[in-house]
């Protein structure tokens, strides 16, 4: 089992820049698929970024392409989401997940495919 900790949300302004971290606890954090998803109030949880075990592949969902990165730091046991050229729309509670099922990682869009979940943080993009 694997617990998530999600930090760096904040308020920022439209055009901004934030990057997310998701420190895990355990010693088997490179076995872990990981994914990022946002819920806005009043919105379904929705997918933003998927990231395999040792950081080599990176899917995302098509608002973010080009705008937001996922990586991960396995000595560290960390995953991180750099967010730029933020919109007020990316306003949301971002989570990170975890999961050790293997599957297509470019299908793995879905909140049940994965097992383990942050608390979230908040970001906020003003205009």
């Known amino acids: 089992q694997v617990q998530l900790v999600e930090s760096g949300g904040g308020l920022v302004q439209v055009g901004g820049s934030l990057r997310l971290s998701c420190a895990a606890s355990g010693r088997t954090f490179s076995s872990y698929y990981m994914g990022w998803f946002r819920q806005a109030p009043g919105q379904e949880r929705e997918f933003v970024a998927s990231?395999?075990?040792?950081?080599?592949?990176?899917h995302y969902a098509d608002f973010v392409k080009g705008r937001f990165t996922a990586s991960r730091d396995n000595a560290k046991n960390t995953v991180y989401l750099q967010m730029n050229s933020l919109k007020p729309e990316d306003t949301a509670v971002y989570y990170c997940a975890a999961t050790m099922r293997y599957s297509d990682l470019a299908q793995m869009r879905h909140g049940y495919d994965f097992d383990y979940w942050g608390q979230g943080t908040q970001v906020t993009v003003s205009s």
């Open positions: 990231i395999s075990r040792y950081g080599g592949n990176t």
